[in-house]
């Protein structure tokens, strides 16, 4: 007579099932793992794209609000504005705090950044002095960040200091009695991205001391 096989399973049958049931939980870790890096990696996309908007948005309203104060300096003629490729500095019709009203010292720049060994693009803002003839009170000034993480961020500025020649991008602002017509700023985040180039126009009214002629928009110092 043959005889009959016993219920359940067989030590070769369970280390099969066990050996799918580790497949399977490995498939679906990975699959929950790569769910989550990639809702992170849009989560951090979104939130570094709205602080760029609102950087984009703050640095405009700031550039759109600048003075072509003249610095008191009886010895020479010059505006306030320094342009060079590294750092923008100019004066903002926008005060410097709630409680300092007025105008402000304005700079913008790259600095070092040494709890995460980074750079930050900077913005720094400070109550120009009554005989301001630089820009040295901005070195005590209030310190904002603009971006974090930044590699490299250049300016260079569109116009002419005279009215002979056709305006053209310049890595340095040459002129002392005149202002940019735009203001273009290039920065490179950490890891190689690069951002869309932040081009800016000086809006400057009649008010402020500019006129138009044959060629452009000029300002003339204030007195």
Do not use: H
């Amino acid at each position: 007579m043959r005889r009959g096989r016993n219920g359940g399973f067989t030590l070769i049958e369970l280390v099969i099932a066990l050996s799918l049931l580790v497949v399977m939980l490995g498939l679906l870790w990975g699959s929950l793992n790569f769910a989550v890096r990639s809702w992170d990696t849009g989560e951090a996309r979104s939130t570094q794209a709205a602080e760029r908007r609102l950087s984009d948005n703050f640095l405009r309203r700031e550039m759109a609000s600048l003075f072509p104060m003249r610095w008191k300096d009886e010895l020479a003629v010059k505006l306030a504005f320094e342009g060079e490729k590294d750092r923008v500095r100019f004066v903002s019709t926008r005060s410097a705090g709630a409680t300092k009203p007025g105008i402000a010292l304005v700079g913008i720049a790259l600095e070092e950044n040494r709890d995460f060994r980074t750079r930050d693009l900077v913005m720094r803002r400070a109550l120009p002095p009554v005989d301001a003839k630089d820009f040295s009170a901005l070195g005590d000034g209030d310190r904002t960040v603009l971006m974090p993480g930044v590699e490299s961020a250049e300016f260079a500025y569109f116009g002419t200091d005279n009215d002979l020649v056709e305006g053209k991008w310049l890595d340095t602002w040459p002129s002392g009695t005149r202002m940019p017509q735009l203001v273009r700023m290039r920065v490179k985040l950490q890891g190689g991205a690069e951002l869309p180039d932040f081009v800016v126009a000086m809006r400057l009214g009649e008010e402020a001391g500019c006129f138009e002629n044959s060629f452009q928009r000029q300002c003339g110092p204030r007195r």
